[in-house]
């Protein structure tokens, strides 16, 4: 039973080091399964575009359809009384460059099945600028605070410009942006983390954008359009495909196999023990013996010259 015991405490301890080294690279290296959800609307995400003192906001509106192509931007066709979207201002402290911003945050479409699309329409300041563009954030669940107050907003739109990304409008483009949605899952109860994917194609104003107000050498138009790309998305959940409990358990055969070793080793050594106390009681039993038969021997050797001594003692005699 010893060799058996012997070679399963191998197998167990073989089986456990593998299981464990599974363990820690599925940790690593996490299984990702992919879910397409299909939606009729998204909720009203937030657009926060970062204007600052050398861009000129100019008109706002909803499209629906296939007819992307932006209205004239003569100043003449622009009237502010038209504009279908909505939007606000905030001001925070940016912790990026450690002062003052103001965004101005406009609600994103949400029709997707009437491919609604949001029209933003801007004038930058070219004199002071060796390179014209705005930025902008995209905010995923701005509808929970467009009520809230103006300092929540502050707060939740710094902390957002600090860990989400930046994107950026060229002047002088007419930027088609499409929005892709990503919730990620590490397969526990924790919550949900969402990432935007966006993929944004550009054209030019050649033909269609006509500058009237005298300052063509000064100025350049930015024009953004923002759409969801489809009405599906991708919910990600990360697997890990060996679970603790698979190593515990191989940890658990190799203590069992290690206890039933030091059994089987403490019932061999009693068994050794038991056979060299008998071995010395044999041995000294098997002393007295000979001692036994010495005494005896040496006593008929005196009993026999004895009786030779009185013989002797008689013929003298």
């Known amino acids: ?3 058996l015991y012997l070679l399963l405490m191998v197998i167990a301890a073989v089986i456990a080091f ?19 959800i299909s939606v009729d609307e998204y909720r009203t ?9 050398f861009a000129r906001f100019d008109h706002c509106e909803f499209i629906y359809g296939d007819d992307l192509a932006p ?3 003569n100043s003449s066709h622009i009237n502010p009384a038209n504009q279908t979207c909505q939007y606000s201002f905030v001001t925070f402290h940016s912790k990026l460059v450690n002062t003052n911003r103001t965004a101005m945050i406009f609600h994103g479409p949400t029709m997707v099945k009437q491919k609604q699309s949001l029209g933003l329409h801007f004038t930058i300041n070219t004199t002071t600028r060796q390179f014209s563009a705005m930025e902008y954030l995209l905010l995923e669940d701005w509808y929970s605070k467009m009520h809230a107050s103006h300092e929540k907003k502050a707060d939740y739109l710094a902390e957002m410009e600090y860990a989400m990304p930046l994107y950026t409008v060229p002047a002088g483009f007419r930027s088609w942006i499409k929005i892709s ?6 397969g526990t109860d924790s919550k949900n983390l969402s990432d935007f994917v966006t993929n944004t194609d550009f054209g030019t104003y050649t033909g269609w954008y006509n500058n009237d107000n005298g300052t063509s050498n000064n100025s350049a138009p ?6 969801w790309k489809s009405d599906t998305f991708e919910y990600v959940t990360e697997i890990v495909s060996t679970t603790i409990w698979s190593a515990i358990g191989s940890l ?16 061999l050594i009693r068994r050794i023990q038991r056979d060299r106390k008998k071995k010395r009681l044999r041995l000294q039993e098997l002393e007295a013996e000979r001692e036994e038969k010495v005494r005896e021997y040496h006593k008929k050797r005196l009993a026999k010259r004895l009786q030779e001594e009185s013989y002797l003692k008689d013929i003298i005699t």
Do not use: C, W
């Open 1 to 3: 039973m010893g060799p």
């Open 18 to 36: 593998y299981s464990i080294e599974s363990l820690i690279q599925s940790y690593q290296h996490k299984v990702r399964t992919v879910q397409y």
């Open 45 to 53: 995400i937030g657009i926060a575009v970062f204007p600052q003192d």
């Open 71 to 73: 209205k004239n931007m």
């Open 181 to 186: 949605y990503l919730i990620r899952n590490d």
């Open 222 to 227: 930015v024009y953004a359009l923002f759409e």
């Open 252 to 267: 658990a055969g190799v203590f069992v196999t290690l206890v039933k070793a030091g059994e089987y080793g403490e019932k």
